[in-house]
């Protein structure tokens, strides 16, 4: 055995200078890394990986100052760099199996400290960890979860590791050089993508954890990753078609109302939700009886008309909640490491103003389940089976995560994990509740939510050309984070007026990009200058009309055209969501996705593919009835609305007027795009 190197049949140890060192395989080409400082390696932290069948054949090498460990395509050579008047350190680098190209290796950023794994104690068992990593002038890297920089190519980028409203943070990524890498933990941080070195940091952990993974192409890379965190379920045909929500319908009749007129239409809906103040008080979780007093025949209406319900729940407590002294008894809060925490100063409806609210310890699986019960009496058990985690960042302003204590930790080594855990609770509870087709809604995700049917939207954005044409970058880099269920509030959150030319422009430009989103939802807080309603109620109870029909005759036309595009497309996107499902593939795809080996696909940020069949170019500047077209190399392309016919490997002008959105079928598919 080497006094540095030895192996115990599952995993390569490295032992030096107190530091604990494993290197082990861990899915199909795939290998993870552990180290600590700490006596021992807890392989019980949370964390996003599911236990690995290690498929594939591994061998490894130990010699006196250097070893490897091969598993399928991926080896990792572990060598020992001695520095004068100090023990050294042992860096990583990461090749391929076969030839040896080199695709990541860690780096020191000077010869004598810090190491490229680098430890600085936080107190008890935590430290700051910080893994540094050679840069690549060659390198693009995308993934990372959804971030509203607008940059597709996350080169260069400094990311910060937090939830937040609108940032999600997956800290999952894909490199153009050939592998995936994860850095396999909830603790705070950031990830600087520099020019001249790669450096992943945590504020407060246990352990360093990473996985790597190698792929020939980014399908494989997204297959191994989906592989070990999980993949969705299938999306149920129910949730395919059309979602109708507005901040926010405040009754039952309201909602009904709402309902009928779509089907006295003849226009289709899939779901109709009910928004944030429908409760009693927050933390209760339960319909206000005053404004909701009929659940059982609401939903049966409702289900008559082919339409279910959704209903948004949050994880907040109001300290008047006839749930809080028994919650905090229980220790089912949120509490804090000193002093006082109240989680965020926000708006209930009863008493009617402001109020300390208080988070729930989504950690805590007998928390978890207490909600549940709460949520199974009053909603599940009358008929509403799908439900809106809202606020599940958690969202507290100021978050300060250092002073959170959680069931499972410390908040700066945890909370990352909050809206994971959260899902698991819905997930599992409903599942044992006897529901088949679990699909939630969420406005956070971490490593894994996709396997909880988590659908995720990209939160409260404003109604902005700008902010239209950031969504795009952010939705594809969800999708190569292994979330297929992704979309956004068409026409964004902030404050669309619905009098407003421009604003009506923006909206028919968000609608039609929506129809190829995963999700197709409708939402968002409107105001209506034309009433002088140019602000939402002081408590947020209610905004203007966001009916497809409140938008004057024009608008209407168009919107109800692509209504019925997206129920004829309807075959389709069940096949896409199926091969997720099975294989992990997104159904909002990068260019490259499907054509890795044409260049010009990779530079490509306000384009995607819908499947492998269809090229959706968005129109994302008002005033627009062009665009340029980037159409990939190795097919050949229809214009789905003249039936021109394009070779690849070219950029084109599209001809975009403002009931058209540009479209491409790829080699022949025949898809019902404009209808008989």
Request: proline share 6%.
């Amino acid at each position: 055995m080497s006094a540095l190197f030895h192996g115990d049949g599952r995993r390569l140890i490295a032992r030096l200078g107190g530091e604990t060192l494993w290197v082990e395989p861990w899915g199909r080409d795939s290998l993870r890394v552990r180290a600590t400082r700490n006596a021992r390696i807890d392989e019980d932290a949370v964390h996003g990986l599911l236990a690995s069948s290690t498929e594939g054949a591994s061998s490894a090498s130990i010699e006196a100052t250097q070893a490897s460990i091969t598993h399928g395509g991926l080896r990792a050579e572990l060598s020992h760099h001695p520095m004068r008047m100090a023990v050294g350190e042992i860096q990583i680098r990461f090749a391929e199996a076969q030839g040896g190209r080199e695709l990541l290796a860690e780096e020191s950023p000077h010869f004598r400290w810090p190491n490229a794994r680098y430890f600085e104690s936080r107190g008890g068992d935590l430290w700051q960890i910080e893994a540094r990593f050679r840069a690549y002038d060659d390198e693009r890297i995308y993934g990372l979860g959804q971030h509203q920089h607008g940059r597709f190519n996350q080169k260069g980028c400094v990311v910060r590791l937090l939830q937040q409203n609108t940032e999600v943070t997956i800290p999952f990524c894909y490199s153009t050089r050939g592998y995936g890498f994860l850095w396999n933990t909830p603790a705070t941080g950031r990830v600087e993508l520099a020019a001249n070195g790669t450096t992943w940091v945590a504020d407060a952990s246990p352990q360093l954890d990473y996985w790597v993974t190698a792929g020939a192409t980014p399908r494989e890379v997204v297959e191994h990753y989906t592989a070990v965190t999980g993949r969705a379920p299938l999306l149920p045909a129910w949730a395919a078609g059309f979602w109708q929500c507005r901040l926010r319908y405040d009754s039952q009749e309201t909602l009904l109302r709402v309902a009928r007129e779509h089907k006295r239409r003849g226009l289709p809906m899939d779901i109709i939700v009910i928004d944030f103040y429908h409760w009693t008080a927050m933390g209760e979780w339960r319909l206000d009886p005053a404004a909701w007093p009929d659940p059982e025949g609401m939903v049966r209406e409702l289900t008559s008309l082919g339409i279910r319900v959704m209903v948004s729940v949050w994880p907040t407590v109001n300290a008047n909640a006839d749930t809080f002294d028994e919650m905090s008894r229980r220790g089912y809060l949120v509490e804090s490491e000193r002093g006082l925490i109240t989680g965020m100063l926000g708006v209930d409806s009863r008493p009617r103003g402001r109020h300390h609210l208080y988070y729930y310890d989504a950690t805590n699986p007998e928390a978890r389940d207490y909600l549940w019960a709460r949520v199974q009496k009053n909603y599940f058990d009358k008929g509403i089976r799908a439900f809106w985690l809202d606020a599940d960042e958690p969202q507290m302003y100021p978050m300060h995560a250092a002073n959170l204590r959680y069931h499972l930790g410390n908040g700066a080594a945890v909370t990352n994990a909050y809206p994971l855990l959260h899902q698991q609770g819905f997930f599992e509870n409903m599942q044992r509740a006897g529901e088949p087709e679990v699909l939630l809604l969420s406005r956070s995700a971490w490593v894994g939510s996709q396997r909880y049917g988590t659908a995720v939207w990209s939160g409260d954005i404003p109604s902005t050309f700008d902010s239209f044409r950031r969504q795009i970058p952010a939705g594809l880099n969800m999708a190569m984070s292994g979330i297929p269920w992704w979309t956004t509030d068409i026409g964004g959150f902030f404050w669309g007026d619905i009098s407003s030319e421009a604003f009506r422009e923006l909206l028919v430009r968000w609608f039609q990009y929506g129809v190829f989103c995963p999700i197709f939802r409708l939402h968002g807080a409107r105001v209506d200058s034309s009433k002088g309603v140019l602000a939402l109620h002081e408590d947020w109870r209610t905004g203007a009309d966001n009916e497809v029909w409140s938008y004057g005759d024009t608008v209407y036309q168009i919107l109800t055209t692509y209504l019925a595009m997206r129920e004829r497309l309807r075959p389709y996107v069940m096949r896409l969501m199926r091969e997720a499902h099975e294989t992990g593939a997104p159904p909002m795809r990068p260019l490259f996705f499907e054509f890795p080996r044409d260049p010009g696909a990779y530079g490509v940020e306000d384009q995607f593919l819908f499947g492998p069949d269809l090229l959706v170019a968005p129109v994302v500047e008002p005033g627009a009835d062009r665009r340029a077209v980037y159409l990939p190399a190795g097919a050949r392309w229809t214009d789905a609305w003249s039936g021109r016919l394009w070779e690849g490997g070219q950029s084109i002008v599209a001809d975009a007027p403002l009931e058209r959105i540009p479209v491409f079928l790829r080699d022949g598919a025949t898809l019902p795009i404009r209808g008989a």
